[in-house]
């Protein structure tokens, strides 16, 4: 069995439908619909909820989600989000007092199907785990659980049956309502056996509802980069995060560069990295050549004002910093013009073989070219050159 995570629209359908409950969201896909036709489905008159629909936890507090939006709105925000995400789910915003949030998962185990639930749903039903409460299911205790749960009997049946005969192998509402009796889906995330897709009752998900991540349309420039990867002996990759940010990534070795990005976080400046990637393996000049130009293509494409690349790693091992910093400035040599005129300043921080060559000739190259810039080895720490970072982007 392997599980994949469904959309939240067609959960939502599909438990909906079962409880014989009318359901009025509204599914949007970039790769398949058209931003006009959506817009003659919206109403100038009530306000909506627009999120990503790719199995994402925590939209809100991501930026990946809108509340109590106008029509035009949820346009707006489909079109700001569509070059990173492509599956989008609307629905019409419902008010209701905070407090009657409430939380339920289903998850299906070697013992049963899992039950958790709690009186107090919402963001932050985390930090109130001692609230949450587990026991597993059987239909001779559906009346104790839904009593529990302060759900009608009945529409807890409905809801096993709806996981049982979809192949379902978990099922969070997270928060759920109960109004006049009827249960309200606010949020919903489900993941399924992707091995019952053949032996589905009808109206059931399809491949085409399973969902992930991130785009599944990548960029020329993260293209490029898995194409130079699969060729080599070395280490690429390349995700695109913000393609309008102020930060590019130009690093080297998993570990440090992971830490060099968990920083630009923790000082609140992760939405402003336009790309995660590294390499690594000591890359010849000529793919190094090939990444330099990905990431440079990324960062001149973005629309920010203010612009910075980092050119960045730990203490390499083996991997010749003279080569690669070679490679890097014979990938920048075509973009001198267009790095000048949209003012990108450079910051670098590296060690390794050959280090002291390789910085001072990144650095004449800077000077030269009349390019600012801040060069360092190893001596400064990579929380310190982080800080110096966004103190020069704020």
Request: aromatic share 10%; with cysteine.
């Amino acid at each position: 069995m392997a599980r994949k995570k469904i959309t939240e629209y067609k959960t939502k359908v599909l438990l909906y439908r079962q409880l014989r409950e009318d359901y009025y969201g509204l599914s949007f896909n970039t790769l398949h619909n058209s931003i006009n036709k959506l817009r003659s489905q919206l109403s100038k008159n009530i306000t909506y909820v627009v999120k990503v629909d790719q199995g994402i936890k925590k939209r809100l507090k991501s930026g990946l989600m809108r509340v109590k939006v106008t029509n035009e709105d949820v346009i707006k925000f489909i079109q700001d989000k569509k070059n990173q995400y492509y599956s989008f789910i609307i629905e019409p915003y419902l008010d209701y007092p905070k407090d009657n949030e409430r939380y339920l998962s289903l998850n299906l185990e070697e013992n049963g199907i899992n039950v958790l639930f709690s009186s107090r749903g919402g963001v932050d039903v985390e930090q109130n785990s001692t609230g949450v409460h587990k026991l597993i299911y059987d239909e001779k205790n559906n009346d104790d659980i839904s009593k529990k749960l302060k759900v009608p009997a009945s529409r807890l049946e409905s809801m096993m049956k709806v996981f049982k005969e979809n192949n379902f192998c978990f099922l969070e509402c997270n928060p759920y309502i109960v109004k006049d009796s009827k249960i309200i889906f606010l949020d919903a995330a489900c993941e399924v056996d992707d091995t019952a897709v053949l032996n589905l009752p009808s109206g059931s998900w399809q491949e085409d509802d399973f969902v992930y991540g991130q785009n599944i349309l990548k960029t020329e420039e993260e293209n490029i980069v898995t194409k130079l990867s699969q060729s080599s002996l070395s280490s690429f990759n390349l995700s695109v995060l913000n393609p309008n940010g102020s930060i590019g990534l130009l690093l080297s070795g998993g570990g440090a560069s992971l830490v060099i990005a968990d920083e630009f976080y923790n000082l609140g400046m992760g939405g402003q990295l336009v790309n995660y990637g590294e390499y690594s393996g000591n890359p010849s000049r000529q793919e190094t050549i090939i990444y330099t130009k990905a990431v440079f293509s990324l960062l001149l494409k973005s629309k920010s004002s203010k612009k910075i690349m980092v050119i960045g790693g730990g203490v390499a091992n083996f991997t010749d910093i003279l080569a690669t910093f070679t490679g890097i400035i014979d990938g920048m040599k075509g973009r001198i013009d267009d790095i000048k005129k949209q003012k990108i300043m450079f910051f670098v921080r590296r060690g390794g073989p050959n280090q002291e060559a390789g910085l001072a000739m990144i650095k004449s190259f800077f000077d030269e070219s009349q390019i600012p810039n801040q060069v360092s080895g190893p001596q400064l720490s990579i929380s310190q050159f982080v800080e110096n970072i966004v103190w020069e982007i704020k």
